[in-house]
Nanobody, 124 residues
Framework: QVQLVESGGGSVQAGGSLRLSCTAS????????MGWFRQAPGKDREFVGA????????YYADSVKGRFTISADVAANTVYLQMNSLNAEDTAVYYC?????????????????WGQGTQVTVSS
């Protein structure tokens, strides 16, 4: 089992920045990559981005590319989501997740472990 704990959500005005953190514990050797997803009210869970286990390779959804950055402190089993130039459409609950298998990295159904989620609210 892998446990994921997120932190760093909150409220910010449009154009502002927030950084989310996600720390893994338990069988941390058991996953291939970490991903970030978000879910706004009434919408499906959406892929935001992902990072490889070694922290070297990153992937981003087109909607956040150039504004969001994923990084990792591998030794601390922690990944970060730096969000800049936020707008109202970024308002959602943000989740980190860990993927054990090797299927599509941007599909939430392929992730095995999930954090509790953290609310990000952007006001215009």
């Amino acid at each position: 089992q892998v446990q994921l704990v997120e932190s760093g959500g909150g409220s910010v005005q449009a154009g502002g920045s927030l950084r989310l953190s996600c720390t893994a514990s338990g069988r941390t050797s058991n996953y291939n990559n970490m991903g970030w997803f978000r879910q706004a009210p009434g919408k499906d869970r959406e892929f935001v981005g992902a990072i490889s286990r070694n922290g070297i390779i990153t992937y981003y959804a087109d909607s956040v590319k150039g504004r969001f950055t994923i990084s990792a402190d591998v030794a601390a089993n922690t990944v970060y989501l730096q969000m800049n130039s936020l707008n109202a459409e970024d308002t959602a609950v943000y989740y980190c997740a860990a993927r054990v298998g090797s299927y599509s990295i941007n599909s939430y159904i392929n992730y095995d472990y999930w954090g509790q989620g953290t609310q990000v609210t952007v006001s215009s």
